[in-house]
């Protein structure tokens, strides 16, 4: 399975697939302990940042809707 990200609305970023890692700013992987789906918080309540642990229920509205970006400026 390719890596798949979700926006959830009034949630997390859901991060699916089979051969992805996530790393901290120094690089350093975490433990995701053979996990092939993941939540990352987008509220910044979470007490297992970067983990999403459902702290945004309530307290974090975002109605997830794609839309296009404009083309790079060259």
């Not at 959830?8 to 996530?22: A, I, K, M, P, T």
């Not at 509220?43 to 296009?68: I, M, N, T, V, Y």
């Amino acid at each position: 399975m390719a890596t798949k990200l979700t926006v959830l609305s009034n949630g997390s970023l859901r991060v699916e697939g089979n051969d992805f890692e996530l790393v901290d700013a120094q690089g350093n992987p975490y433990g995701l302990g053979g996990r092939e789906r993941i939540s990352i918080c987008r509220c910044g309540l979470s007490a297992q940042k970067p983990f999403c642990d459902g702290s945004h229920k309530g307290h974090f509205e975002h109605d997830a809707k794609a839309f296009d970006l404009p083309a790079p400026k060259q």
